[in-house]
């Protein structure tokens, strides 16, 4: 029975030993990539180059004027092109005397 316990004991504290290790490897690598993330963090706070609140304004803007281009140029298309003959073909396909 003391063979068993002592077997145990032996067990038990090498891997209690092994998951220390393992923790700390853990605890070291976590450390390790924190730094290395708060040293990119410091440097996109401290970097002065970037977009300006007016660039940001000028391409919303460009981008709301050519849409609303593009939805007139669509809207004039269909209104006077596709749609007149689309319901024309409508009509001639529930008119069908044959």
Do not use: C
Not at 18 to 46: C, D, E, P, Q, Y
């Amino acid at each position: 029975m003391k063979k068993l316990f002592k077997h145990f004991n032996e067990n038990l504290i090498s891997s209690v030993a092994g998951m220390a290790a393992a923790i700390a490897t853990g605890v070291l690598a976590l450390a390790g990539g924190l730094s290395g993330k708060t040293a990119i963090a410091r440097s996109a706070v401290a970097n002065q180059s970037g977009e300006g609140y007016i660039d940001s304004a000028v391409k919303i803007l460009i981008a709301v004027v050519l849409g609303a281009l593009l939805l007139a140029g669509l809207y004039l298309l269909f209104g006077e092109t596709v749609m007149p003959t689309l319901t024309q073909r409508i009509k001639d396909m529930f008119n069908y005397t044959g």
